[in-house]
């Protein structure tokens, strides 16, 4: 067993990051945490807010749409109207840059805190890093089997378990890169994009990635490949 103080998902790690930085400049005297280590988790907490709180939802809120566009300017139907691109989101400036690896510091920063002489059970409550049993803070990758249906569909059938969905990325022949499919609440999850050629069967590729509060966890699946019907 081990003691997890920070959260699985993104976040809550930022709501723990936000109360551990509020809360670290009233014991850093005591705990001998320099003011250039507090404003640096002050600036971290920032840095990751901007990002999880602000900028991620707002291009998530329009990757639907964005993706919805892609696939009718690549795929068609033909004969389909013209249509302007679908506007993109207004973003927040972003803070001070930090340098990567927000997280790996916070944990040094901890164990710091933990070894010094007056650190006590009461101080690690007041900023949270008094973390609860957990068995594995891991997270399993999804399972999936993919059905051929008439008409090129292709139907996912995935396991829910513990978490709140799945995002799903697709492949086809001669793409090397994945293309972003969606993301699904209830199993199941069905393709319905046209293939190049309708007359004949078109090979794809599958990989899903569990979803926490929207939030990925985890990782990918295993892929997973399939021939669609005419």
Not at 69 to 93: F, H, M
Request: charged share 20%; net charge neutral; proline share 10%.
């Amino acid at each position: 067993m081990t003691k997890n103080y920070l959260p699985q998902t993104d976040p809550e790690r930022v709501t723990w990051l936000n109360n551990f930085a509020s809360k670290l400049p009233t014991h850093a005297t005591v705990l001998g945490v320099a003011a250039a280590d507090v404003a640096a988790v002050q600036h971290d907490a920032a840095m990751l807010d901007h990002l999880i709180g602000k900028r991620l939802p707002a291009l998530r809120s329009t990757q639907q749409q964005q993706t919805a566009y892609k696939n009718l300017v690549a795929d068609g139907p033909l004969g389909a109207p013209v249509a302007d691109p679908p506007a993109l989101p207004a973003l927040t400036a972003p803070p001070v840059t930090v340098p990567p690896g927000v997280l790996p510091r916070l944990r040094a920063l901890v164990q710091r805190i933990k070894n010094t002489a007056n650190y006590t059970e009461v101080i690690g409550v007041d900023l949270g890093i008094i973390g609860a049993d957990t068995s594995s803070g891991e997270t399993p990758k999804p399972t999936f089997k993919s059905v051929a249906q008439p008409g090129h569909e292709v139907r996912l059938d995935w396991v829910k378990g513990r978490l709140d969905g799945v995002m799903i990325q697709g492949r086809r022949p001669g793409e090397t890169t994945w293309t972003d499919l969606g993301v699904d609440h209830f199993s199941p999850f069905v393709d319905t994009r046209k293939p190049a050629d309708p007359a004949h069967p078109e090979a794809r590729e599958y990989r899903l990635r569990y979803l926490s509060r929207d939030e990925p966890t985890g990782d990918w699946s295993d892929v997973v490949a399939i021939s669609t019907h005419t």
